[in-house]
Structure formats: structure tokens, C-alpha cells
């Protein structure tokens, strides 16, 4: 009897990405690398997705990601476009990585030296000290439980799932701590609320909830203190910008304002993409759009299991979204450091709004990050460029006409109450909505990273890298496997360039 062979990845010379977000840019570095012929289609005029740029009245600003971990990610993806990253981009490691303000007044230093940073949280709540060190243990465990099966390999099926190299880590599963929430294990190692606010928070960091996540996503604050917590020299966008020219240096083409109108199929196989100038050939399409986006509106009817499998991905929960204010501030406020947060008044209540009522909430927490602390030029002498982000509920259709105005209200208040009065310092202005992200990027509900990771299965029921039906399809960036922020969408785009290979 003939061996049973896969030929159909021989075909796979010619492939089109949908998107040059960063999953995109990383799988067409990969599929290039591995000798494909790769064309991105992207519907803006310029790379970078959700992680763009915008440059007003002598200021430059960031629109997505401000805080960069798991460099080594980066690193390796220069490393296969063949140049080191550090002769691309440089990576600047921030300290403090972030500076907390909190509505008693007090302010904390979250310092890059875990010693320094317990001195910090001694001064403030000298008990909780030690629990610093014992939490990001247990952090770490986690990460070297589950790293290598759901961050670095693709979940593609059970069977890769139940490999004899995982069964170790498989049997240790309980381990991952999933049958806790985010909340409840934080609040079993430290006593004063402040630090069980500040690392609830980073259940954040994906789009999810620490009152409902399981508290496996404890992985990130050891990602955040012990792997580190970088800033790119020159703003984020430098970052895209690099990546996009490394992938044209291998030969990739990308054709910008050309948004992708649908994923061509015959015999349950992918053929090409069509857009407004026609019908382009591929062997294989990785779309970098929104998962729920590729299945619905890219893909149709194209077959029963798209459809149902579309359904399916509908039904997924959205991470939430988030409003940024891009101000431009005269003055300079010497006591706020790169990245802060100002803390609301009522945590708990601001994650019900969120995530249970799909409201806006009143008081939100403030995130700000000033990268005109390390480029000054970001501003012009005597300015700083402020990134401001509140989270916000996934849109819904009774939220969608939320007044943003009394939102912007809110986060002047809550910013006044911590002492920076700037409402009168605004100098230009630009807005970002959960809507704004929907249109511009396709992002189901307005969603910040995908998918959210607020039920204990949510790992599995995230979509795939590789699709199967249709053959031939295949997804990377945050709404699918390994999940949200930069250094996963990396992973997913090199995951999904591996599965077409
Ligand atoms: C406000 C904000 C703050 C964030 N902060 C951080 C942070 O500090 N750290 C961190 O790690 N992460 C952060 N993130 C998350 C991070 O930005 C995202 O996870 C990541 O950039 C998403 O990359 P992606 O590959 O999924 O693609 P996206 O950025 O979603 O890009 C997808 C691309 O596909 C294009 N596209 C969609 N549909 C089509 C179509 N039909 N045809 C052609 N093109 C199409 C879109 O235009 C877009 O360019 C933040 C995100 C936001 C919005």
C-alpha cells in the first residue's frame, strides 16, 4: 500500500496575507524567510494595525501598545529576517516599569529590580514585602508550566496537545492554577488592597476580567518583572516600521488601501482573495484580520463548517475595548514617570460596568504613558505627548452611542484628584473609540486583544492558527492562538507561517 501523504503543502509557494498588523507582518517575515511568495493586503495606508502612529501639531504619539514585553520574542523574529534586532531597533528597557497612583495619595514605584521594588512596597505595606518575591515565584511557575505548550506551539490538535514531551506538564495541569481566579489567588498572597489592585490589573493586559479570569493569567506579572519590560527607541510605530522594511527586504510586496472583500474557495479549498481590483491567486491566505471578521464577512458562506464554525467564534467572549485621548500638554509634570496608572476609587465596581453591564464606568482607572520621557522630541520644548487609556466594555448595541464626552470628563476628574489638573493644558487633541477600532481594524466589538480570556477554557476555544476547512486558511494576530498584545501576535504570525510550511 502506498504511504498516505500530505502534498498539499508543497503547493504553498504563493501565499497572501490579509493585514499588516503585527501578526501579519511577522508571519510574512517567516513565510519569506521559509522562500514563499508573499503579498500583505491592507486596508489602511500604512503597517501597523491597532499599533499606528499619529503626528499632530509638532507632537508624535503611539496609538496601541506603549509597554513592550518577552523582548526575546522580538529578537528572535529579527534573527530570522537575518539582521540582529539591535542593529534594526533598540530596545530600552523602562524603570520604573511603572509608576502607580492610588486615591489615598499614595504613589508607588513598580521598580525593574525586584529588590527595589520590594523596598517600595515595604514602605507602604512592610508585611506584603516578601509576598512580592513568593507571588512572582509562583508567576514563574506558571509560565514554566504552560509556556511551551500554549504560547510557543500551536494548539493545533489534540493529538499535538497530547505529545509524550507534554504529558509531564499535562499531568501537572492543576498546577496552572485554573480552578482560582485572577482575584482570589492575588488576594491570597498579599493583605493590603493597593498591591491586590495592582496585580489584579494585569488581568488587563488581555482584555480580561481578574474577578472572572482564571488565575493562570498570574503568568504575566513574572513575563512583566523577571522577563522584562521594554520601550522602543523612537516610539512603537518604530518597531512596524522596521518590520515592514525587513519583510520587504526578503521580497515581500504589500499592496496598502486594499481591503480584502472576500477569501476565494472551489472544492473546499482556499484559491485566493478578492478585493476591488479583482481576484488574486494563493495557495494559502493567513488572514491577520479579526477571526470573527475572516469567518463572517471574508469568508461567507464558503461551506457549512465555515458557517458553523463562524457561529461558534461569534459566541467566543470579546476582550474589552478601550478609548484613548491622544493630548498634546503644555507644561511638563516632572512627578508622573513613562507609564502610570491612577487608580479608581472603586476597582471592583469599574469591572462590573466593563464586563458585566457593558457600560462605560464612571471612574475609571487612567492609564498614561509619556514617551516623551525618553524621545523628547515626541513634543515640542516645554510640552509632553500624553497616551491615555481607559478600558471600556466591548461595543454592544445599546453602548455603541455612549457619550464620550462625560468619559473624557471622568478621566479629567480622576487625573485631577491625583493631583495633574490639565484640562486647561490640552493643547490639540485626538480620540480613539471602541468604534474607531472596529472600523479601522476590524476588530470584533472593538476589541483591544481578540479574544478575552475570562473563562477557564478559553485557551482551547480560541481559534486555531490553522484552519483545516477551508484548506488552505490560516489565522494569526490576537483574536487567535496563542492570543493578544505584541509579543503573542509575533508568535501567532510565526505559529500560523509553520503551519502553512
Ligand atoms: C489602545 C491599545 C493599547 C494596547 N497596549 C498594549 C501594550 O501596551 N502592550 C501590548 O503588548 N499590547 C498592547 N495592545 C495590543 C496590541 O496592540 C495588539 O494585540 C496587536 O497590535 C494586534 O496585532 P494583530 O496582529 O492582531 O493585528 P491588528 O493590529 O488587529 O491588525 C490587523 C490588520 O488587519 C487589517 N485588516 C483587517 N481586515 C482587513 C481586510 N478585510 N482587508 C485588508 N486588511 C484588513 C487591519 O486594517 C489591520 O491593519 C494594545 C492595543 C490597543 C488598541
Same mark, same amino acid.
Not at 69 to 93: H, S
Given at each position: ?14 501565499? *497572501? ?5 503585527? *501578526? ?25 494595525g491597532?499599533?499606528?502612529e ?13 509597554l ?6 522580538i ?10 534586532a ?17 486615591? &489615598?495619595?499614595?504613589?508607588? &514605584? ?6 527595589e ?16 518575591? $513568593?507571588f ?20 493545533? &490538535? ?24 485572577v ?72 499592496r ?26 494563493? &495557495? ?63 476597582y ?12 462605560a ?9 509619556i ?36 468619559? $473624557? ?93
Amino acid at each position: 500500500m502506498q504511504p498516505h501523504t500530505r502534498t498539499y503543502n508543497h503547493m504553498n509557494r504563493n501565499v *497572501g496575507i490579509i493585514g499588516a498588523g503585527l *501578526g501579519g507582518l511577522s508571519a510574512a517575515i517567516h513565510l519569506a524567510r521559509r522562500g514563499k511568495n508573499v503579498t500583505v493586503y491592507e486596508s489602511n495606508s500604512t503597517p501597523g494595525g491597532k499599533a499606528s502612529e499619529v503626528r499632530m501639531d509638532g507632537f508624535r504619539f503611539d496609538t496601541g501598545p506603549s509597554l513592550i514585553t518577552m523582548p526575546f520574542v522580538i529578537e528572535q523574529l529579527y534573527d530570522v529576517a537575518g539582521t540582529p534586532a539591535n542593529e534594526r531597533i533598540q530596545l530600552i528597557p523602562v524603570d520604573p516599569i511603572c509608576r502607580y497612583f492610588y486615591p &489615598d495619595g499614595t504613589v508607588l &514605584d513598580a521598580c525593574a529590580s525586584e529588590e527595589e521594588f520590594r523596598t517600595q512596597v515595604r514602605t507602604l505595606a512592610p508585611s506584603d514585602a516578601e509576598a512580592v518575591t $513568593r507571588f512572582l515565584d509562583y508567576s514563574q511557575r506558571i509560565y514554566e508550566l504552560t509556556s511551551d505548550i500554549f504560547l510557543f506551539h500551536s494548539l493545533s &490538535d489534540l493529538k499535538s496537545l497530547l505529545r509524550w514531551k507534554n504529558l509531564p506538564t499535562l499531568l501537572r495541569l492543576p498546577q496552572i492554577d485554573a480552578f482560582h481566579t485572577v482575584h482570589e489567588r492575588v488576594q491570597s498572597y498579599f493583605r493590603d488592597p493597593r498591591l491586590v489592585q495592582l496585580f489584579d490589573r494585569y488581568a488587563t493586559y488581555n482584555g480580561s476580567n481578574p474577578f472572572t479570569a482564571p488565575a493562570t493569567l498570574n503568568i504575566i506579572p513574572y513575563v512583566e518583572y523577571r522577563l522584562g519590560a521594554s520601550y522602543v527607541h523612537g516610539g512603537i510605530y518604530a518597531l512596524v516600521r522596521s518590520l515592514e522594511s525587513a519583510a520587504r527586504s526578503l521580497g515581500v510586496s504589500f499592496r496598502y488601501d486594499t481591503p480584502v472583500e472576500g477569501i476565494v474557495v472551489e472544492g473546499g479549498r482556499v484559491r485566493g482573495v478578492r478585493t476591488a481590483d479583482g481576484t488574486c491567486a494563493h &495557495d494559502a491566505v493567513v488572514s491577520n484580520a479579526d477571526a470573527v471578521h475572516t469567518m463572517t464577512t471574508l469568508l461567507g458562506g464558503a461551506g457549512s463548517d465555515a458557517v458553523k464554525r463562524a457561529r461558534r467564534y461569534g459566541k467566543l467572549e470579546p476582550s474589552c475595548s478601550g478609548l484613548v485621548f491622544l493630548w498634546g500638554v503644555r507644561g511638563r509634570n516632572d512627578s508622573l514617570a513613562h507609564h502610570n496608572i491612577v487608580f479608581s476609587d472603586n476597582y471592583a465596581e469599574e469591572f462590573d460596568a466593563i464586563f458585566t453591564r457593558r457600560v462605560a464606568p464612571s471612574d475609571p482607572t487612567v492609564y498614561v504613558s509619556i514617551t516623551s520621557r525618553a524621545d523628547p522630541e515626541h513634543a515640542p520644548e516645554g510640552h509632553e505627548n500624553w497616551f491615555v487609556l481607559v478600558n471600556m466594555p466591548a461595543l454592544t448595541d445599546a453602548n455603541r452611542d455612549t457619550d464620550i464626552g462625560s468619559v $473624557r470628563t471622568a478621566v479629567l476628574r480622576r487625573l485631577h484628584a491625583a493631583g495633574f489638573d490639565i484640562a486647561g493644558d490640552i493643547v490639540c487633541e485626538e480620540t480613539i473609540t471602541p468604534s474607531d477600532l472596529e472600523r479601522r481594524y476590524n476588530a470584533n466589538k472593538g476589541s483591544i486583544y481578540g479574544i478575552s480570556s475570562n473563562s477557564r477554557n478559553a485557551a482551547f476555544l480560541r481559534p486555531r492558527n490553522r484552519i483545516g476547512s477551508p484548506e488552505g486558511l490560516y489565522l494569526c494576530g490576537g483574536s487567535a492562538h496563542p492570543g493578544g498584545g505584541v509579543p503573542l501576535v509575533l508568535l501567532s504570525g510565526k505559529l500560523a507561517a509553520e503551519a502553512v510550511a
